[in-house]
């Protein structure tokens, strides 16, 4: 899941907000999802591809602001689905807190003998 890391023109539609996505280095058909929030983030949209088309989905505020995703990386903002879950609810997510513990080396793992935890 990505966000587009400038202020967004919420007329722009389907097409050219897949050019917004291109212009971040991504395809638009990967599956992934985008988002986009106006400069004065009242206003977010969601665009995504099903497999068989391009979906969007549009959501203003009728009070408060979505968190300003501008000013950072320009390839875009990478977000879980749960920090989009809470961008499209209006909340801000301040820190990032990691949910999975960490990954297993494999190869060090298959190495490990019975001994070694005496």
Same mark, same amino acid.
């Given at each position: =899941?990505? !966000?587009? *890391?400038?202020?967004? @023109? =919420?007329?722009?539609?389907?097409?050219?907000? %897949?050019?917004?996505? *291109?212009? =971040?280095?991504? @395809?638009?058909?990967?599956? @992934?999802?985008? !988002?986009?929030?106006?400069?004065?983030?009242?206003? !977010?949209?969601?665009?995504?591809? @099903?497999?068989?088309?391009?979906? #969007?989905?549009?959501?203003?505020?009728?009070?408060?602001?979505?968190?300003?995703?501008?000013?950072?990386?320009?390839?875009?903002?990478? #977000? %879980? =689905? %749960?920090?989009? *879950?809470? #961008?499209?609810?209006?909340?801000?997510?301040?820190?990032?807190?990691? #949910?999975?513990?960490?990954?297993?080396?494999?190869?060090? !793992? *298959?190495?490990?003998?019975?001994?070694?935890?005496?």
């Amino acid at each position: =899941m990505f !966000a587009y *890391s400038q202020p967004c @023109d =919420m007329r722009k539609s389907f097409n050219t907000l %897949s050019g917004l996505v *291109s212009e =971040m280095g991504h @395809d638009v058909a990967s599956g @992934d999802v985008f !988002a986009f929030v106006s400069r004065n983030r009242k206003r !977010a949209k969601v665009l995504w591809y @099903d497999g068989t088309g391009l979906c #969007l989905l549009a959501k203003r505020l009728d009070e408060g602001r979505f968190a300003a995703l501008w000013g950072r990386e320009s390839s875009g903002v990478e #977000l %879980s =689905m %749960s920090e989009l *879950s809470l #961008l499209i609810e209006g909340c801000t997510v301040v820190g990032r807190v990691p #949910l999975s513990p960490a990954r297993v080396d494999v190869e060090r !793992a *298959s190495r490990v003998s019975p001994s070694d935890f005496r």
